[in-house]
């Protein structure tokens, strides 16, 4: 074997053990139109979208669903693929802000059982998870339960993250004049840097939940406070660089 080949195979074998070929998939959905005005939200679809030119700063696999598109049998299916391609050392996020209801996200055309996404999201290979819910009463995500597992108990979860609006029994507020839901506008200027604590241009996982909840609960005036379900070990995951 020659010594340029030697190289080769010595590069590729660093580059697999560094992770540096590693993928993240996303899959974004948002509802502003219910197809009826009594339901409808004002700033869902903007959330999604923003979320999507945020995300390509980071990765071109992303999947963008809104309002009619985001029923519950293309937002399983959309998952299930993506939870597929990813590969052991990938990550898999999954963005939604829209209506809740107590155990569930609210679809164009039926909820979305935090069950349902959890035991999608179980079935990957990926080395992390990440999930960032807006919507009303997110904090009963906490009762999902994984089949692979079965565990009732998600917050323990290895290479999981899950950043919810709000606890279990308040509602997550939008805003005309920020034009997005709080969660979601502190989600993404702590992505753009606001949330890098120690300055070094990568936002963790437990940056980015102590800047996302401080930055809601002063907006929301004490009335809503995000949660972070995680198992320590990934409170030093990097989210993203900026």
Known sequence: MNMKRLSLLLLICIVSILGLNARTFVLITGVSNYGN?????????????????????QTKDITLLTSSNV???????????ICNRAQ????????????????????????????????VMSTS?????????????AGTITGAATESSGTDDIRSKPGQAIFISSRPTEISRES????????????????????DKD??????????????????VKRSKGAQHPQLIAPKDMYNAVVGKW
């Open 37 to 57: 005005e009594q339901n409808n939200l004002g700033q869902s679809t903007k959330d999604a979208k923003r979320f999507k030119e945020l995300m390509l700063t």
């Open 71 to 81: 029923t519950r049998a293309n937002v399983l299916e959309k998952l299930r693929a």
């Open 88 to 119: 052991a050392g990938d990550r898999v996020i999954f963005f939604y802000s829209g209506h809740g209801t107590p155990g569930a996200i609210c679809g164009y055309d039926a909820n979305i059982t935090y069950n349902d996404l959890m035991n």
């Open 125 to 137: 290979a990926a080395k992390e998870k990440m999930c960032f819910i807006d919507a009303c009463f």
């Open 176 to 195: 005309p004049i920020l034009g997005a839901g709080f969660f979601t506008q502190a989600l993404l200027k702590g992505l753009r840097g606001k949330a």
């Open 199 to 216: 300055a070094n241009k990568q936002i963790t996982v437990l940056e980015l939940f102590k800047y996302i909840y401080g930055d809601v």
